[in-house]
């Protein structure tokens, strides 16, 4: 069987959705829920944990901060620091592959810089990759009308390490967040790196005063697009929630572990910290990469390039 496995590089993942963070629960309250759903995974014979977008801290952007110290507070200033060191040695302890989101300040050209960042962290405890969210949904001022703000574009930077892949655990892996996973040039630019896995971390309101929408059909959205992802590249996604009610915002939950064909092979069912598993085999990724989606047989990048424009309305 363990050769099997091994041939087939079949990797046990954990998606380990989090239910709601309150703005006055301390990070090293979060740290020890995420230290359990650790233990959950490695019981169940995980080898890869995800966790979900700014996975220390209640979704803060839902509110207008205008004091620097006050927002500084929402950021992790190194990682690990004092309050989430016991999440690394929980990952040497128990000898895991641990992804999470948080929310990154570091000074960059003596420039205090602010991302939403999402990081690997290996068995040995050691951060062996990085990538900062590139597409930030929401406006950049605070605005009246609505009744929980998303102010990502004003205290998150654009992120300014694209969209990277990793080879890690017999496969290559790549990551992004929230919004991110809305777009498919996200998944094609990892695509055509030849991603076999996407790590996706998300904080998504059921609501939205500005832009009304029934429930069932966010919901769907939540799914369809990781689900597209997934199948037109051949790829594996694992995407998870922070989920519930956070100080009166609700957050979907819907967390899930999407193979290759484009098929939810597990899914949550609460909005609470809960974690789902599953043996994800990336050779199942071979069939469509040599396939119906053999991007060098196929695509025809010559006709695509209105893609990379910015201004659109060039003929
Ligand atoms: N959240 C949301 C997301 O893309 C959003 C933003 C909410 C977009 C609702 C559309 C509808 O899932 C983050 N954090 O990107």
Same mark, same amino acid.
């Given at each position: 069987?363990?050769?099997?496995?091994?041939?087939?590089?079949?990797?046990?993942?954990?998606?380990?959705?989090?239910?709601?963070?309150?703005?006055?629960?301390?990070?090293?309250?979060?740290?020890?829920?995420?230290?359990?759903?650790?233990?959950?995974?490695?019981? %169940? *014979?995980? &080898? #890869? @944990?995800?966790?979900?977008?700014?996975?220390? !801290?209640?979704?803060?952007?839902?509110? /207008?901060?205008?004091?620097?110290?006050?927002?500084?507070?929402?950021?992790?200033?190194?990682?690990?620091?004092?309050?989430?060191?016991?999440?690394?040695?929980?990952?040497?302890?128990?000898?895991?592959?641990?992804?999470?989101?948080?929310?990154?300040?570091?000074?960059?050209?003596?420039?205090?810089?602010?991302?939403?960042?999402?990081?690997?962290?290996?068995?040995?405890?050691?951060?062996?990759?990085?990538?900062?969210?590139?597409?930030?949904?929401?406006?950049?001022?605070?605005?009246?009308?609505?009744?929980?703000?998303?102010?990502?574009?004003?205290?998150?930077?654009?992120?300014?390490?694209?969209?990277?892949?990793?080879?890690?655990?017999?496969?290559?892996?790549?990551?992004?967040?929230?919004?991110?996973?809305?777009?498919?040039?996200?998944?094609?630019?990892?695509?055509? %790196? *030849?991603? &076999? #896995? @996407?790590?996706?971390?998300?904080?998504?309101? !059921?609501?939205?005063?500005?832009?009304? /929408?029934?429930?069932?059909?966010?919901?769907?959205?939540?799914?369809?697009?990781?689900?597209?992802?997934?199948?037109?590249?051949?790829?594996?996604?694992?995407?998870?929630?922070?989920?519930?009610?956070?100080?009166?915002?609700?957050?979907?939950?819907?967390?899930?572990?999407?193979?290759?064909?484009?098929?939810?092979?597990?899914?949550?069912?609460?909005?609470?910290?809960?974690?789902?598993?599953?043996?994800?085999?990336?050779?199942?990724?071979?069939?469509?990469?040599?396939?119906?989606?053999?991007?060098?047989?196929?695509?025809?990048?010559?006709?695509?390039?209105?893609?990379?424009?910015?201004?659109?309305?060039?003929?």
């Amino acid at each position: 069987m363990l050769d099997l496995r091994k041939q087939n590089r079949v990797i046990s993942i954990a998606a380990a959705q989090l239910g709601p963070i309150q703005p006055t629960d301390s990070r090293s309250s979060v740290v020890d829920r995420l230290v359990g759903l650790l233990e959950q995974a490695k019981s %169940k *014979g995980s &080898e #890869l @944990v995800v966790f979900p977008e700014l996975a220390f !801290t209640t979704f803060f952007p839902r509110y /207008e901060i205008t004091d620097e110290a006050e927002l500084d507070y929402w950021f992790e200033k190194e990682m690990p620091g004092e309050e989430t060191r016991p999440l690394f040695a929980a990952i040497q302890r128990l000898k895991l592959s641990v992804n999470f989101g948080y929310a990154e300040l570091v000074p960059e050209a003596g420039i205090t810089r602010r991302y939403n960042t999402s990081i690997l962290i290996n068995p040995n405890g050691e951060i062996i990759a990085k990538y900062r969210k590139i597409h930030l949904p929401g406006h950049n001022e605070f605005d009246p009308e609505r009744s929980f703000q998303h102010l990502e574009k004003k205290y998150f930077e654009v992120g300014n390490l694209g969209f990277p892949v990793w080879d890690h655990l017999g496969g290559k892996l790549g990551m992004c967040i929230c919004n991110d996973r809305r777009w498919p040039e996200t998944f094609r630019v990892l695509g055509l %790196k *030849g991603v &076999e #896995l @996407v790590l996706i971390g998300y904080n998504t309101p !059921t609501h939205n005063a500005k832009h009304p /929408e029934p429930p069932h059909r966010r919901a769907f959205y939540n799914h369809l697009c990781v689900q597209a992802g997934a199948y037109q590249n051949s790829t594996w996604v694992v995407s998870v929630a922070k989920s519930g009610c956070e100080d009166g915002q609700d957050l979907m939950a819907g967390s899930c572990i999407v193979s290759p064909h484009g098929e939810i092979v597990a899914q949550t069912s609460s909005s609470k910290d809960e974690l789902i598993v599953a043996d994800c085999d990336l050779s199942l990724c071979e069939d469509g990469k040599n396939n119906m989606f053999n991007f060098s047989e196929h695509r025809c990048p010559e006709e695509y390039s209105i893609i990379t424009r910015a201004n659109c309305d060039e003929d």
